[in-house]
């Protein structure tokens, strides 16, 4: 096994979703979709979880999820505390929620040692992608890695989605990410709605980023660094966040990080909105029947 930490970003609100994603139950035995996601990077090779999770949650996480965990992991947990920002700023009145993923990643500082990926807590990405991300960080390349993901393999069957759409170059290196909202199926293509209201056609096989990322540990400077520029820019605004996709995008832009595309085939699926619960249990269950997953996960 190599020495990589999984980033699990578990501290949002879930205010579209109306609970604790975190620790809503799809399997027959009370797991978590976390969990299958979980099973997967810990047989592609990561040994160590970090949840950054909210003050409020904690309880609620570690004895959900912390007795099944501690058994394959060495689990770690740090608050995304809005008052956790550099000295010398400070947060403006009637803000009561963090600063968004950028943020969250520079929460866990003091807890990153070595190369580690970063996931979203209420996103089921795939076997093939952990074991990508794994082997990019096993090689021990300077350079940082996304997972790219096929657009039509990560969009509902019905209703719109935000989708960053990716730009590579030539070798396969990150150039920039343009979000793009409104973002559904049409027949075997998609279509979403641009800046000027006008709609446009998508072809499906856009490359799109889901928040799945790989660093080493000298990432984080940099990113405190634009984490600051953005608190002296936007830090008044009570609503304003700072998104990991944006800061890696400013960060390549100024050749201060290259980004490692690495494609993957896998099937997407969440859970953004509570109607969404259902169909991770089915698409879960799917899984265990075709032999993806034992019933009893953690056995």
């Given at each position: 096994?190599?020495?990589?930490?999984?980033?699990?970003?578990?501290?949002?609100?879930?205010?579209?979703?109306?609970?604790?994603?975190?620790?809503?139950?799809?399997?027959?035995?009370?797991?978590?979709?976390?969990?299958?996601?979980?099973?997967?990077?810990?047989?592609?090779?990561?040994?160590?979880?970090?949840?950054?999770?909210?003050?409020?949650?904690?309880?609620?996480?570690?004895?959900?999820?912390?007795?099944?965990?501690?058994?394959?992991?060495?689990?770690?947990?740090?608050?995304?505390?809005?008052?956790?920002?550099?000295?010398?700023?400070?947060?403006?009145?009637?803000?009561?929620?963090?600063?968004?993923?950028?943020?969250?990643?520079?929460?866990?500082?003091?807890?990153?040692?070595?190369?580690?990926?970063?996931?979203?807590?209420?996103?089921?990405?795939?076997?093939?992608?952990?074991?990508?991300?794994?082997?990019?960080?096993?090689?021990?390349?300077?350079?940082?890695?996304?997972?790219?993901?096929?657009?039509?393999?990560?969009?509902?069957?019905s209703g719109p989605?935000?989708?960053?759409?990716?730009?590579?170059?030539?070798?396969?290196?990150?150039?920039?990410?343009?979000?793009?909202?409104?973002?559904?199926?049409?027949?075997?293509?998609?279509?979403?709605?641009?800046?000027?209201?006008?709609?446009?056609?998508?072809?499906?096989?856009?490359?799109?980023?889901?928040?799945?990322?790989?660093?080493?540990?000298?990432?984080?400077?940099?990113?405190?660094?634009?984490?600051?520029?953005?608190?002296k820019s936007h830090?008044?605004?009570?609503?304003?966040?700072?998104?990991?996709?944006?800061?890696?995008?400013?960060?390549?832009?100024?050749?201060?990080?290259?980004?490692?595309?690495?494609?993957?085939?896998?099937?997407?699926?969440?859970?953004?909105?509570?109607?969404?619960?259902?169909?991770?249990?089915?698409?879960?269950?799917?899984?265990?029947?075709?032999?993806?997953?034992?019933?009893?996960?953690?056995?």
């Amino acid at each position: 096994m190599f020495g990589s930490t999984l980033l699990v970003l578990a501290a949002g609100k879930g205010n579209r979703y109306g609970g604790v994603k975190v620790i809503e139950p799809v399997g027959p035995q009370g797991e978590t979709l976390l969990e299958y996601s979980l099973y997967d990077a810990r047989k592609a090779g990561f040994v160590k979880i970090v949840f950054v999770i909210r003050r409020d949650i904690d309880r609620a996480v570690r004895e959900t999820l912390g007795a099944r965990l501690i058994r394959n992991f060495a689990v770690e947990y740090v608050y995304q505390d809005v008052m956790r920002i550099p000295w010398g700023f400070q947060v403006p009145h009637g803000r009561n929620k963090p600063w968004g993923t950028t943020h969250a990643v520079l929460s866990a500082v003091s807890q990153i040692r070595e190369p580690f990926a970063v996931i979203n807590v209420d996103d089921f990405y795939g076997a093939q992608s952990y074991s990508a991300l794994a082997r990019h960080l096993q090689a021990g390349t300077d350079d940082c890695a996304m997972v790219g993901y096929v657009l039509r393999n990560t969009l509902p069957e019905s209703g719109p989605v935000a989708r960053g759409i990716c730009q590579l170059d030539e070798e396969g290196f990150l150039k920039g990410i343009l979000e793009h909202k409104n973002v559904e199926r049409q027949g075997g293509h998609a279509v979403c709605v641009d800046a000027a209201g006008q709609e446009m056609k998508l072809s499906g096989n856009e490359v799109v980023s889901l928040n799945m990322w790989g660093f080493r540990p000298d990432a984080l400077n940099p990113m405190a660094e634009k984490f600051e520029n953005f608190l002296k820019s936007h830090g008044g605004d009570p609503d304003s966040e700072c998104y990991l996709p944006n800061t890696v995008h400013e960060l390549i832009t100024e050749g201060r990080m290259r980004v490692k595309v690495l494609p993957s085939a896998d099937s997407w699926f969440g859970m953004t909105y509570r109607e969404d619960h259902s169909r991770a249990m089915q698409n879960i269950h799917h899984m265990i029947e075709a032999g993806y997953y034992p019933r009893r996960l953690w056995a």
